[in-house]
């Protein structure tokens, strides 16, 4: 548990918009401001302007002290965000031949992303607007079908499965859906990267699992570009 704070709390003391993250993180934990500020004995305004970086940048004490607040609030409601990050923080912080873990510095809304990359919604475009996204992870389809395990699936997750999968190297759309179609951990969203044509079968999945299925024409350098600004 000290490797997880000590990475959250380093990502947040480098960030470039420190107070972007702090909300980041507590959103993940789903803690609510007023919360988070009687927990931490400071007014609510006050985790308001860090957070609309209105403050200076919180010195090391304050991150601290933010971090073990996330941490306990959460034993207290029996822990379920901690097992889960420490789930998923096996995995690599550095890029693998085939595929490619990227966390926001703030969350984003479904339909924002749909639209920085210019995606077209092929299923579920209501539960959109409900889901907020954390970070992505790009992967080569054929690759990951053909080279990772089952007991090395979570890595792909980074620290939390309210991401988005974003394949390439695709024909169809079938093999990634039908992956995880039949993997224990879902994304929240599946980017399909410059195909024209559906598979049916990917359709009818991703409706069953209730994930959202887009396609985008972008190449993947210019997806990186666009959603490294987040």
């Known amino acids: 548990m000290d490797s997880l704070k000590e990475r959250i709390a380093g990502e947040i003391a480098l960030s470039d918009s420190p107070g972007s993250n702090m909300k980041k993180w507590r959103e ?54 901690v097992k889960n990050l420490e789930k998923y923080n096996l995995a690599p912080q550095n890029d693998t031949p085939f595929y490619t873990i990227h966390d926001f510095s703030a969350p984003i809304n479904g339909n924002d992303f749909v639209r920085i990359i210019e995606a077209k919604v092929v299923s579920n475009p209501a539960s959109l607007d409900n889901i907020k996204l954390f970070g992505y992870t790009l992967l080569d389809s054929l690759r990951v079908i053909l080279e990772i395990s089952p007991s090395d699936y979570p890595r792909l ?36 990267q410059n195909i024209d044509n559906v598979d049916k079968l990917a ?25 490294s600004n987040i």
Do not use: H
């Open 28 to 81: 993940l934990f789903g803690i609510s401001q007023t919360e988070l500020a009687k927990s931490l004995k400071i007014s609510t305004s006050t985790i308001s302007d860090y957070e609309g970086n209105r403050r200076a940048s919180p010195g090391v004490g304050i991150i601290k002290r933010f971090v073990e607040t996330l941490f306990a609030m959460d034993e207290e409601r029996g822990g379920s965000v």
């Open 157 to 192: 997750f980074g620290t939390t499965n309210e991401r988005v999968f974003i394949f390439d190297q695709v024909s169809t759309g079938r093999s990634p859906m039908v992956v995880i179609r039949v993997a224990p951990i879902k994304p929240r969203v599946v980017v399909i």
């Open 203 to 227: 359709v009818k999945i991703s409706q069953i699992e209730k994930i959202p299925l887009l396609t985008t024409k972008l190449d993947i350098k210019e997806i990186k570009e666009r959603l």
